[in-house]
């Protein structure tokens, strides 16, 4: 079991950033970001794989986000730039133990989760 805990979250203007760490207690092969929204469903945000660090990004975040990990520290950070009001949910650090070539994007392949932490941009 891999207990996985996010930190880094809080309330930010509208075109500013955030950082967010997310702490593995073991070694993982693929890392994930997701996001929900009050009243939305989970949805994927970023991913990255290890060794290789293959990244994905969902669309909604390409070229804003950034997805990156320490694997020595069993860490993984989202760094979020250029943050507008619709970035606004909760964020949840998942991970797998199963090596894979391709970054996942469902929340099916995924085996851990972290309780999320709270990102809000204020316009």
């Known amino acids: 079991q891999v207990q996985l805990v996010e930190s880094g979250g809080g309330l930010v203007q509208a075109g500013g950033s955030l950082r967010l760490s997310c702490a593995a207690s073991?070694?993982?092969?693929?890392s994930g970001w997701f996001r929900q929204a009050p009243d939305k469903e989970r949805e994927f945000v970023a991913a990255?794989?290890?060794?290789?660090?293959?990244?994905s990004y969902a669309d909604s975040v390409k070229g804003r986000f950034t997805v990156s990990r320490d694997a020595a520290e069993n860490m993984v950070y989202l760094q979020m730039n250029s943050l507008n009001p619709e970035d606004t949910a909760v964020y949840y650090c998942?991970?797998?133990?199963?090596?894979?070539?391709?970054?996942?994007?469902?929340?099916?392949?995924?085996?851990?989760w972290g309780q999320g932490t709270q990102v809000t941009v204020s316009s």
């Open positions: 998942a991970a797998d133990r199963d090596f894979t070539l391709i970054p996942r994007r469902s929340e099916a392949d995924y085996d851990f």
């Open positions: 073991g070694r993982t092969l693929v």
């Open positions: 990255i794989t290890w060794p290789g660090e293959r990244t």
